[in-house]
């Protein structure tokens, strides 16, 4: 199996399965033995044929005689990936784009779909200057076809965003997002990881806005660098990294973080308390408990607990016990797709019963807050029925609790004690945070 075959497979994976694609590509590089360059351009197929999938098939649909509905799985995404390359990919020769879709029809066991996949691919690399036009009286159709993502997601953006901001958030979401880490002070200064780094041919600069934080380029693969292995750096997005500086974690706290996996938030905690106090990191599934406490060794930290744990189930040992709680509840994504390219084509449907958890992982959660602590309830999402509303109901139903400001650097400053992040205002993943104080007794 070649990059382009484990391309094709994680495509028809997410496309009939439902399978996510940063765990479907890696199951399918593991079983071809792909690694370094070959690695990197499955990647780049899987990640740039889903997150132009939209406008693909609208060009594929404008030279083919046969609908592609009409089409087996595997030939659309042999079509899909070989379109891709000839309309994006500059150092792939249009005859190799062609020649390679035609083959992965072949050894797909669809032969006879062979020069279908030809003509359709060489009618593309044709025309390629000259493409159909995307109508452009349909607003809302027009930009879902540009930057393939669905028409209910670009409605609402347009009512939260208007047309300019909106078409900068779908520019960015097809777009590739800054390697960003957060520094472990227990460990290492800025100045000096800076320069470790560099020695391993890596630059990194600091986050625009976000302390702590730093930008990475011509990194290859991370794991392999000594600073990493060493734990002084975290991979974590800065929106994420703001979770413990929001919620004002102090040495010696007792924290809870109900929905902890894979650890970043738990860690970044840590590295605000100078790693003394108590964490408690909790997730459902023991696989997930197992890499907290791998990444809390790597990174040296002695602070963090582990506990199986459902969220919505109300733990009588912790009532009232904790100075901090955090709830990264588990959300649509939203906010995250140009990491994870295939969740903008969830349906709306889909997202009904988010609130539903949402709000059961705060309400329980709330019982496990001391007097006079802080609940932080955020998301990697940008909805209002996920964020400011679950936020708004809660608090309606909780008298016993805030919302309390809090003041960040600039381009946020001062807030009313809830926050909503955006990639092409922020420089930073989708992401909510809202803080509340329990009050005193």
């Not at 025309?127 to 993502?149: A, F, G, M, T």
Request: glycine share 8%; with cysteine; proline share 6%.
């Amino acid at each position: 199996m070649d990059a382009r075959e484990a391309a094709l497979l994680t495509l028809n994976t997410c496309e009939r399965q439902g399978g996510w694609s940063d765990g479907a590509l890696k199951k399918q590089l593991a079983a071809a033995g792909l690694d370094g360059r070959d690695a990197a351009l499955a990647t780049q197929l899987s990640f740039g044929g889903l997150q132009n999938k939209l406008l693909l098939d609208f060009y594929l649909g404008k030279f083919s005689n046969i609908p592609l509905k009409r089409m087996e799985g595997k030939v659309v995404q042999a079509l899909r990936l070989g379109a891709y390359q000839i309309l994006f990919l500059d150092r792939v020769p249009d005859s190799a784009a062609v020649n390679t879709s035609v083959e992965l029809a072949k050894l797909s066991g669809r032969g006879q779909a062979a020069g279908l996949v030809n003509a359709v691919l060489r009618k593309v690399s044709q025309n390629k200057e000259n493409l159909p036009e995307i109508p452009q009286r349909d607003e809302v159709k027009y930009l879902s076809i540009r930057y393939s993502h669905p028409k209910w997601l670009v409605k609402r953006l347009l009512l939260l965003l208007g047309r300019t901001e909106t078409e900068a958030l779908l520019a960015l979401d097809n777009g590739t997002p800054p390697l960003t880490v957060q520094i472990n002070p227990l460990k290492t200064t800025a100045e000096e990881l800076t320069r470790e780094l560099s020695a391993w041919g890596v630059t990194a600069k600091p986050h625009a806005w976000v302390p702590g934080c730093l930008e990475l380029t011509g990194v290859g693969d991370l794991t392999t660098l000594e600073p990493f292995r060493e734990g002084k750096l975290l991979v974590q997005d800065p929106a994420a990294r703001l979770v413990s500086l929001i919620a004002g974690v102090q040495p010696g706290q007792r924290v809870l973080d109900v929905c902890a996996a894979p650890g970043g938030k738990s860690f970044s905690a840590a590295f605000a308390m100078g790693d003394k106090g108590r964490i408690i990191s909790c997730d459902v599934h023991g696989s997930k408990l197992k890499r907290i406490e791998e990444g809390a060794a790597r990174l040296g930290l002695t602070s963090i607990e582990t506990a199986a744990s459902d969220g919505r189930v109300f733990r009588p040992e912790w009532a009232d016990a904790y100075d901090t709680v955090l709830v990264d509840a588990p959300c649509s994504g939203l906010g995250i797709i140009r990491k994870k390219p295939d969740v903008r084509y969830k349906r709306a449907d889909d997202l009904f019963t988010l609130p539903v958890v949402q709000t059961a992982l705060l309400d329980n959660a709330a019982r496990y807050v001391a007097p006079g602590g802080v609940l932080v309830y955020s998301t990697c999402t940008i909805l209002p029925e996920e964020n400011q509303n679950v936020a708004d109901a809660f608090l309606s139903e909780h008298p016993d609790f805030e919302r309390t400001p809090f003041r960040l650097p600039e381009p946020v400053g001062e807030t009313d004690g809830q926050l909503t992040l955006w990639p092409q205002r922020h420089g930073t993943d989708g992401f909510y945070i809202c803080r509340m104080k329990r009050k005193e007794l």
